[in-house]
Every structure is written in C-alpha cells, then in structure tokens.
C-alpha cells in the first residue's frame, strides 16, 4: 500500500503537467493560465459559500442532540473540494468540483460512514470541551475576600525577581 502511494504521489503530478500541456496546445497559454486562476477564484467561493452552510448545518445538529458525524463528513469533504480547487491543475478541479456536488458528498458519505466511528459524549460548556463531573470541582478553588488581593505578595515564589 504505501509503494501504491508512492506512486500515484509521483503520478499525479506528470498527469497533471501533461493536462496541462494538452489544453495549453488546443487553447493557448493565456486562456490556459485564466481557466486556471479562474477556477481558484471559483473554489475560493464556494468553500466560503458552502463552507458556512455546513457549519450552520453543524451547529443546528448539535442544538437538536444529534450527532453531526454526516455534516462534519460533508465540511471536511467541502474543505477539501476548495483545496483541490485552488491547487493549479485540471485533474485536481475536476475532483474539487465534484466534490462540491451534495449527492457526490452523499455517495461518499455512504461508502465511509461505515468505516468512520463518531465519538460522542462530549459536552461544550462555558469551560469549552470536557466532561462534567468531579474533575471540574477539583480544579476548582474558592477563596473568601480576605484571602485574595490585588497587591503582590513580597514572599510569593512566583513573585519576579527584581532587576538592580
């Protein structure tokens, strides 16, 4: 498998060179080089168009209790269509666009989810991510009045030594 990788890893850059120099041969060089910045510009918009519609269908997921394993799929698939699409290079838009595409995400959906284990049981609070429970209550130190003040304690240990 990883020789496999190696391979396509070289690959695909000689194809994509030789795409590249086939549209360049049938249209020009200047139409080549704008069909090229042109469709960086598109990925650039859709990630952020679709990009936003999927963390919104993230965040309404959470809101309801469900388990957003299929919309986190999808926003990691839209992440990685706007990366293939600003790579220079045919092959790498032709797969961006179709991952843009919601029933290609869907298909793809289909053939990972089982493959893929969403973990759940976590809980965002105002601390950010992290159980409840015992843990918090143990980090957690209470002080009366007296016992705080703003001025600096001279025998702190954690006091800056002063510069002479």
Avoid: C
């Amino acid at each position: 498998m990883p020789t496999l990788i190696a391979i396509l890893m070289l690959a695909f850059p000689l194809l994509e060179i030789a795409v590249f120099v086939l549209v360049g041969g049938e249209i020009g060089v200047l139409p080549t080089i704008g069909l090229i910045v042109l469709s960086g510009m598109v990925g650039a918009f859709l990630l952020r168009w679709q990009g936003f519609g999927a963390m919104q269908r993230i965040r309404r997921e959470v809101e309801q209790g469900g388990t957003p394993g299929r919309e986190l799929a999808h926003g990691a698939m839209i992440m990685l269509a706007g990366i293939l699409l600003l790579i220079p290079g045919f092959i790498s838009d032709v797969f961006g666009l179709l991952l843009f595409i919601p029933a290609v995400r869907d298909a793809a959906w289909r053939f990972f989810s089982s493959r893929i284990t969403v973990v759940t049981g976590f809980s965002a609070g105002a601390r950010g991510f992290g159980r409840p429970g015992n843990r918090d209550r143990e980090r957690t130190i209470d002080l009366d009045e007296d016992e705080y003040t703003k001025t600096p304690d001279p025998n702190s240990p954690w006091r800056r030594p002063e510069i002479e």
